[in-house]
C-alpha cells in the first residue's frame, strides 16, 4: 500500500557482509520497526528476533554457517520478508514456518549432495530445499561444503553467461519440462484449475509475471506465518485463504498494473483497509510494483480477517 506521508524501505536492499558475523540473537540494538534505512543484514537481524524460540536459534546459526562458509557473501531483503544470501548469483533464501526452517537453494538440484542434506522441493529441476524441524541439526561441515558448491557453480555460470541484449523484454517465468505454461488471461492472471490445498495456489504464484510473483509470495508467506491453521484454494482464477468450517477470508487477483488483495469482510477491520467495493462488507488493497508496503499493518488485517467468519462461496454475503 502507498504510504504518502513517510518513506519505507524498499523491496530489495543489499549489504556485503565482509567477514563473518556474530550471532543476530546477541545483537544489542536491533533495528526499530519502521525505520526507514535498515540495511538488510539489520532487517535479517529483526527477523531473527522477531522469530525467537527454536525457529530464531535456527535461522540464527544457519545464517552464521553461511557466512562462515563464504565471507563474501551478500545479504539482501527480497520479496517482502525474506533473507537472501547471494554470490555472482542467488545462493539461498531463508523461510521460517510453523513447523519449519527452510533454506532453499535456488539451484540445488545441480549441486553435489553426498550428505543427503536436501529433504524438500525434490520433485523439481532447479531448486532444492533443507527443512529443519525442532530439535533438529544440520552437519555443519556438510551444509558450508554445499554453500561452497552453490557459489562456485553461480561464479561458473556468471562467466559463461552472455551480456544482456539493450531492450529486451522481461520473460515469463519458467515451468518445469514436461509441463505447460498456465494461460495468462486478461490483465496477466493466471488461468488455474479450481482446486483446494497448497499446490494450486503456489501454481498461480509462480505463473504470476514478473514482479506479481514476488507479491504473490510475499502474501501467502505473510498470510502462513499469522494464521498457521489457513486453509487455501484457488477459485475462480484466484487464490483464496480461509479457515476450515468459517469459510474464505482473503484473496487475491493479478491485474495489468497491480495486484488486488481482497478482504471479504474489510469492513470489520481496523483501520478499513484503502479499497471501497460495492459490497458493503469487502475491502481491497491494490499493491503496484513500487509500493513500499507496510507489512506490520497487512499482517494486523490477516489476523483481524482470520479471526472473523468468512466468505461462503454460494451464499449471501
Request: aromatic share 8%.
Amino acid at each position: 500500500m502507498r504510504m504518502p506521508d513517510k518513506a519505507k524501505p524498499k523491496a530489495k536492499v543489499t549489504s556485503r557482509a565482509s567477514k563473518p558475523r556474530k550471532s543476530a540473537t546477541r545483537s544489542k540494538s536491533p533495528p526499530k520497526a519502521g525505520a526507514t534505512e535498515k540495511c538488510a543484514s539489520q532487517l535479517i537481524d529483526q527477523r531473527i528476533l522477531d522469530l525467537g524460540g527454536w525457529r530464531g536459534e535456527t535461522l540464527a546459526r544457519l545464517r552464521a554457517l553461511i557466512l562462515e562458509a563464504d565471507p563474501e557473501m551478500t545479504e539482501e531483503w527480497k520479496w517482502r520478508g525474506t533473507p537472501v544470501w547471494s554470490h555472482h548469483g542467488i545462493v539461498c533464501t531463508g523461510e521460517a514456518y510453523t513447523k519449519v526452517v527452510k533454506l532453499t537453494f535456488a539451484r540445488g538440484a545441480s549441486l553435489p549432495d553426498p550428505s543427503r542434506l536436501f529433504n524438500s522441493s525434490l520433485e523439481g529441476n532447479t531448486r532444492r530445499a533443507i527443512d529443519i524441524r525442532e530439535g533438529e541439526k544440520v552437519d555443519a561441515g556438510a551444509f558450508k561444503a554445499l554453500v561452497r558448491a552453490a557459489v562456485a557453480q553461480n561464479g561458473q555460470s556468471a562467466k559463461n553467461k552472455p551480456p544482456p541484449k539493450t531492450g529486451a523484454k522481461a520473460r515469463p517465468n519458467k515451468v518445469r519440462e514436461g509441463e505447460k505454461a498456465p494461460v495468462l488471461l486478461s490483465g496477466g492472471n493466471p488461468q488455474i484449475a479450481k482446486a483446494d490445498g497448497d499446490a494450486p495456489v503456489q501454481a498461480y504464484i509462480a505463473a504470476m509475471p514478473g514482479w506479481k510473483s514476488d507479491i504473490g509470495r510475499w502474501l501467502d508467506a505473510l498470510i502462513v506465518r499469522n494464521v498457521p491453521n489457513v486453509r487455501k484454494a484457488v477459485k475462480w482464477n484466484s487464490p483464496l485463504y480461509g479457515i476450515e468450517g468459517q469459510g474464505f477470508f482473503l484473496g487475491f487477483h493479478v491485474f495489468t498494473h497491480y495486484v488486488k488483495v481482497t478482504f471479504f469482510r474489510g469492513t470489520s477491520l481496523r483501520p478499513v483497509p484503502p479499497g471501497p467495493s460495492k459490497d458493503k462488507n469487502t475491502r481491497y488493497l491494490d499493491i503496484r510494483e513500487d509500493d513500499a508496503l507496510d507489512e506490520a499493518q497487512v499482517a494486523s488485517w490477516v489476523k483481524q480477517a482470520a479471526a472473523l467468519p468468512g466468505w461462503v462461496p454460494g451464499q449471501p454475503s
